[in-house]
Antibody, heavy 122, light 110 residues
Framework: EQLVASGGRVVQPGGSLTLSCEAS????????IHWVRQAPGKGLDWVAL????????KYADSVKGRFTISRALSGNTVDLRMDRLTPEDTGTYYC????????????????WGQGTLVAVSS | SAELTQDPAVSVALGQTVRITCQGD??????GSWYQQKPGQAPILVIY???NRPSGIPDRFSGSSSGPTASLTITGAQAEDEADYYC?????????????FGGGTKVTVL
């Protein structure tokens, strides 16, 4: 089982970026997927959740209205579109899946990807 | 309040027992989980549903919960257990859902 996050880079304040999370080795369509970030030297900060069927999206207050999580009905990727980025969005972004299949709300996260680094700076 | 509070750091002698706690109102209603993170690595789930271990997690890790407090206990700490540990739980009301993380506890094995 594996999740691979990609797409991180340096971006200017106010800019946009899309991260991708690609799954392999498990039935991707059966699991809710989360994005969690970690600023340098800081703790874990939940960002967003998309349900296993793609019908439910939830966001942290700090990103609501700026970030959009999505998943294709076919395929094995989840994207995180990030707009109006600020320096406070800087950090390593991890994707992870819910522990139990067909469960959107347990929020016990396993199979974490290796993370992708986003740096918002001019 | 919708927060999870952990002690910043704790130390334990090699082979001894250490307990890490996490406090928050969400824990009264929802089961929490615990994660181990070593420097430069992604977190690993070590306890879910308050007291369940995923496959592959040593049985020296155990969890419990009572009221607003969840606990992670390492019985017979090993050098490789030195890491940051985070608790988490959901906070939900109506259609609103958030996932909370505690600030993390740095465990040093002496």
């Amino acid at each position: 089982e594996q999740l691979v996050a990609s797409g991180g880079r340096v971006v200017q304040p106010g800019g946009s970026l899309t991260l991708s999370c690609e799954a392999s080795g498990f039935s991707f369509k059966n699991y809710a997927i989360h994005w969690v970030r970690q600023a340098p030297g800081k703790g874990l900060d939940w960002v967003a959740l998309i349900s296993y069927d793609g019908n439910i999206e939830k966001y942290a207050d700090s990103v609501k209205g700026r970030f959009t999580i999505s998943r294709a009905l076919s395929g094995n990727t989840v994207d995180l579109r990030m707009d109006r980025l600020t320096p406070e969005d800087t950090g390593t972004y991890y994707c992870a899946r819910n522990y139990r299949p067909y469960s959107n709300y347990d929020c016990w996260l396993t199979t974490w990807g290796q993370g992708t680094l986003v740096a918002v700076s001019s | 309040s919708a927060e999870l509070t952990q002690d910043p750091a704790v130390s334990v002698a090699l082979g001894q027992t250490v307990r890490i706690t996490c406090q928050g109102d969400s824990l009264r209603k929802y089961s929490g989980s615990w994660y181990q993170q070593k420097p430069g690595q992604a977190p690993i789930l070590v306890i879910y549903g308050d007291n369940n271990r995923p496959s592959g997690i040593p049985d020296r890790f155990s969890g419990s919960s009572s009221g607003p407090t969840a606990s992670l206990t390492i019985t017979g700490a090993q050098a490789e257990d030195e890491a940051d540990y985070y608790c988490n739980a959901r906070d939900a009301s109506g259609t609103r859902l958030r996932v909370l993380f505690g600030g993390g506890t740095k465990v040093t094995v002496l």
